[in-house]
């Protein structure tokens, strides 16, 4: 009997997990950010080429970006509070800036195993 199977990929065409919570955290990678005050741009260390999985918090929707995110086209990507997204690194990128709409707006970032040569 034939079955059909659904292989999800990036697109760049990698290979991508079914959910952002099915994610494989690499071990020791955790970091936390809060965003004290609304407006700013702040940054997280990063590594070019990875894949970070990104969890909100109850307190405050986070704006993500390569560059500044204090213009709106600098904004890549969007992690509404309670929430949590897949951020692909771009190769050669080692800082991930981002902003809470709400004071006190806390966020959690691992690193995730995108497939097994990303191990």
Known sequence: ?????????SN??????????????????????????TGGDHTLTVVGGKSYLVMATDVGNFIFGIAAVTGAANISWLCPK??????????GETSLHYMSDTNDGVIYLTEIYRNPTNQ
């Not at 309670?82 to 190769?91: L, S, Y």
């Open 12 to 37: 760049a065409g990698k290979a991508a997990a079914p959910g952002a919570l099915s994610a494989d955290p690499v071990t020791g990678t955790g970091q936390t950010a809060t965003d004290a005050v």
């Open 1 to 9: 009997m034939a079955m059909n199977v659904v292989r999800l990929t």
């Open 82 to 91: 309670n929430q949590a997204i897949v951020i692909n690194m771009p190769e």
